[in-house]
């Protein structure tokens, strides 16, 4: 069922969830390898 709600997440949201879920990176972080804002994440 997670897996499943998961999979229907945008492309953009579920790199996002992986990158601060799965290998533990900071928001900021994710947001400089994106080349976006923080609270775009």
Request: hydrophobic share 50%; no cysteine.
């Amino acid at each position: 069922m997670f897996e499943e709600a998961l999979l229907e997440l945008p492309v953009r949201a579920r790199t996002v969830w992986a990158l601060s879920h799965v290998d533990g990176w900071a928001y900021q972080q994710i947001a400089e390898h994106l080349n976006v804002s923080r609270n775009t994440v």
